[in-house]
C-alpha cells in the first residue's frame, strides 16, 4: 500500500523501472486525478540534485558539500527520492561540517527526546501514539471532561486544558489535510501526522497549535473580519494552518520523530507567522513589509490596490502564511520551498537552531568570513553583502512581490474591485513555474534594495 511506508516502496519501483513520473512518489486518489493540476516540476538531468550527486557531496567521514549542493537545488530542486533527507539539511537539523557518527548520535538523541514527549501527552490522552484520531472535543472549558471522551481525568493547569482543546480542531484540519493524495486514504498516516502535530502543540507551548482562519478572524477588528467575509476572498483565506506545514515532512521521512524534527525546525522560521497578539497577528508584518516593496517597485501598481481597498495586502495572507502551498500544486509546491531554503540558507543555522526556541528568535547576528559566505544561499548573500538586517525581508515576501508583478496588466486593466484581484490570483494554482517565480523575486529583491537605498 503507498501510504504505508513513506516513499520507500515508490522509490524502488523508480529504481527499477527508471519512471520519473512524479505520480510514482506522490500518488493521486483516482477520483482527484481530473480535478488536479499536473505538476511543472520535472527531475531534469544536469540539474536538478540527484541521488548520486547527494551521496557524492559527502566526504568519507560525512561532512557535506553544502556549497555544491546549494548550487544545484538552486538550478533545479531535488529529486524525489532524497527530498526528505535534503531538507534535514537546508532547514538546519544537521550541521554540514559533522560526521556520519555525530549525526547518528543526535538523530538518536532526537527520537529518544521525542519518545518521551509522546509518552507525556499519551498519558494525558491515550489516543495519541494508537493509530487513530481526535475530531470531536474532548475538554471544556474549565477542565472538565467530555462524556465518551478518550480521557478519564480533570484538569485544572491552563496548559493541559489549552493543548486539549486543540486537540479535535488538529483532528479536523488533518481529515481535510492534502485529500487528493492517496497517501491520506490511509488512517495510520493521518493519525500520524495528529500525532505530530498534536505533540508539537504540547512542546511549544507559546505558540501552540493554530488554523489558518481562526488564527485570522482572532487577529482582526470585527469591521475587518465582515470585509473578509466577501465571497472570494473568504474562499483565499481558509483552511490554511500548521497541517499544511507538517503533511511533507510526514509523506518525506518514514520515521515519525525525524518527521517532527524536520517540521519543528521548518517552524523555526514560520513560528511567527503564526505568533497572535492582542494589537497583531505575525503575517501582517510580512504584509505590511509587502506594502512597502510594492510601493518602491511597482507605485502604480500600489496605489491601485489601495483604490480598491487592498492596501493590507490581505489577499496574500495564505501565500504568506503556508508558503503557497494551495497555490501551487503539491509537488511544485515542495520544489518551491526547497528552492527558498536553498537561496536563504545560512551556514549559521544549525548553531542558532541548537539555542532554546526563545533565544533563537532574537536572530542573533552571526558574523560569516567569506568562506561562509560563499556557503549562502543567493538570497542570503544578497542580504548579507548589502547589510539588510530587517528579518521581516524574507524570500517569501518578494515571491508575494513576483507573482503580483506576473499578473501586474491583468490587475491593472480587469481589477475593479478586491475580489476581482483575488479572482486573479486564485488562477495561478498549476499555472506558474516556481524556479521563474523565485528567478523573478531575486531581481525584485535586488530593485527594492538599490531603490530603497536612494
Given at each position: ?56 557531496a ?9 556549497e ?12 524525489p527520492?532524497?527530498k ?31 519518545i518521551?514527549?509522546k ?48 486537540l ?172 527558498m ?70 490587475i ?43
Amino acid at each position: 500500500m503507498v501510504g504505508r511506508g513513506g516513499l520507500t516502496g515508490i522509490v524502488n519501483i523508480m529504481k527499477r523501472t527508471g519512471a520519473e513520473d512524479l505520480g510514482d512518489f506522490y500518488p493521486i486518489r483516482p477520483d482527484c486525478l481530473a480535478d488536479t493540476p499536473k505538476p511543472r516540476f520535472k527531475p531534469r538531468a544536469g540539474k536538478t540534485l540527484s541521488e548520486r550527486r547527494w551521496n557524492a557531496a559527502f566526504s568519507e567521514d560525512g561532512h557535506l558539500d553544502i556549497e555544491k549542493v546549494l548550487r544545484r537545488i538552486q538550478r533545479g530542486g531535488v529529486h524525489p527520492a532524497i527530498k526528505g533527507s535534503v531538507w534535514e539539511f537546508v532547514l538546519g537539523c544537521f550541521d554540514p561540517n559533522s560526521t556520519y557518527e555525530e549525526r547518528d548520535q543526535l538523530r538518536q538523541c532526537r527520537r529518544e527526546q521525542y519518545i518521551r514527549w509522546k509518552a507525556e501527552c499519551q498519558h494525558m490522552v491515550p489516543v495519541i501514539g494508537s493509530g487513530k484520531l481526535i475530531t470531536t472535543p474532548i475538554i471544556t472549558d474549565d477542565g472538565q471532561t467530555v462524556i465518551d471522551s478518550s480521557i478519564n481525568s480533570t484538569f485544572s493547569d491552563k496548559r493541559s486544558i489549552q493543548w486539549m482543546r486543540a486537540l479535535h480542531q488538529i483532528g479536523l484540519d488533518v481529515v481535510r489535510t492534502d485529500r487528493t493524495l492517496a497517501f491520506y486514504d490511509s488512517e495510520k498516516n493521518q493519525a500520524k501526522l495528529w500525532d505530530i502535530l498534536a505533540i508539537y502543540a504540547w512542546v511549544d507551548n507559546d505558540i501552540s497549535y493554530v488554523q489558518g482562519e481562526l488564527f485570522l478572524t482572532a487577529s482582526l477588528s470585527i469591521k475587518t473580519i465582515f470585509f473578509l467575509m466577501r465571497r472570494w476572498l473568504f474562499l483565499i483565506l481558509s483552511c490554511a494552518g500548521m497541517n499544511d506545514i507538517c503533511s511533507p515532512m510526514v509523506i518525506l521521512l518514514e520515521n515519525e520523530a525525524d518527521a517532527f524534527w524536520c517540521f519543528e525546525r521548518a517552524m523555526r522560521r514560520l513560528r511567527e507567522n503564526f505568533r497572535c497578539s492582542a494589537s497583531s497577528m505575525g503575517v501582517q508584518t510580512q504584509l505590511s513589509t509587502l506594502s512597502q516593496v510594492i510601493k518602491t517597485v511597482d507605485p502604480k501598481l500600489h496605489q491601485h490596490l489601495e483604490a480598491l481597498d487592498g492596501g493590507e495586502y490581505l489577499f496574500a495572507f495564505r501565500m504568506l502564511m503556508v508558503l503557497f502551498r494551495r497555490e501551487f500544486t503539491f509537488a511544485d509546491s515542495l520544489y518551491l520551498w526547497e528552492l527558498m531554503w536553498a537561496m536563504e540558507y545560512n551556514p549559521n543555522i544549525f548553531s542558532l537552531y541548537e539555542k532554546p526556541i526563545a533565544e533563537s528568535d532574537k536572530s542573533a547576528e552571526s558574523v560569516l568570513n567569506n568562506k561562509l559566505l560563499k556557503q549562502c544561499g543567493k538570497f542570503e548573500r544578497n542580504k548579507v553583502k548589502t547589510g539588510c538586517k530587517d528579518q521581516q525581508s524574507a524570500l517569501a515576501v518578494f515571491l508575494v512581490a513576483s507573482v503580483l508583478e506576473a499578473k501586474n496588466k491583468r490587475i491593472l486593466k480587469e481589477a475593479k474591485g478586491l475580489d476581482d484581484v483575488v479572482q486573479i490570483l486564485s488562477d495561478i494554482t498549476g499555472n506558474m513555474d516556481a524556479r521563474k517565480v523565485c528567478k523573478d523575486a531575486l531581481k525584485i529583491h535586488k530593485k527594492y534594495l538599490s531603490k530603497a537605498k536612494k
